[in-house]
């Protein structure tokens, strides 16, 4: 795929897409810290409807640290890994409290140093939260990546950074929501909607499939 390509591409998008963000509810960067923590592996939906519930009671590290274990369990119980989220929750509020002034860092080291922070979580802090340029690859860049060419890699690393060397420079900042969004409600696992898709002229799916226009307006 070529440059000029990738650029109508995200051009597409952003207008397709004009205020591309997170679908995770949150007030405060440690709330959106806590959502993403608990969104591996769960549905954004699901996760704003425990945090709708646990945000009213406690949204601070100190309140959620005093919640313990199985207080914060109670709200998050409904979140597949509950058990695990809940004791990497609970290490994250201390760690905050003690050596960050109950502030989430604003760097990559240290948001890694967290339990239940990975690299995917720590990019999606330091992009929405902090405004830098990182690209936090889910299973839908992973798969709009390899599907599309945009960045193709056998591993999720190695298409986290084909996309930082291939994305204009222009539309880095929103890159990973627009992208995320297109393939929640687009470009999706099964069933793609090729023929509702604003860049399937420019995609490179070989398997792509868009009704010719006598079918779409339901001729025989």
């Known amino acids: 795929m070529n440059a000029d390509k990738r650029f109508q591409i995200f051009e597409r998008l952003s207008t397709a897409i004009p205020e591309p963000t997170t679908e995770l509810e949150h007030n405060s960067i440690f709330e959106l810290l806590i959502a993403v923590i608990l969104s591996a592996q769960a549905t954004d939906k699901g996760v704003n409807i425990a945090t709708s519930k646990l945000y009213v009671v406690a949204n601070t590290p100190q309140a959620i640290y005093e919640l313990g274990i199985e207080g914060l369990e109670r709200y998050i119980k409904t979140i597949g890994l509950y058990h695990a989220k809940a004791k ?71 298409v986290e950074q084909r996309y930082l060397k291939t994305i204009p420079k222009q539309f880095m900042q929103d890159a990973h929501h627009l992208l995320i969004l297109h393939g929640r409600y687009t470009c999706t696992a099964r069933n793609p909607k090729c023929g509702e898709c604003c860049i399937a002229d420019l995609c490179e799916y070989k398997d792509k499939v868009i009704p010719t226009p006598h079918l779409m307006a339901g001729e025989t």
Do not use: M
């Not at 992009?127 to 690859?137: C, L, S, Y």
């Open 88 to 158: 990497n929750i609970i290490s994250t509020c201390h760690i905050l409290v003690t050596q960050h002034n109950s502030e989430v860092p604003n760097t990559r080291e240290a948001l890694e140093a967290l339990p239940g922070v990975g690299r995917k979580t720590a990019n999606v802090i330091l992009n929405t939260a902090f405004g830098q340029p990182t690209i936090a690859v889910d299973t839908h860049l992973f798969r709009l990546g390899n599907r599309t060419k945009l960045a193709t890699g056998k591993s999720v690393l190695a």
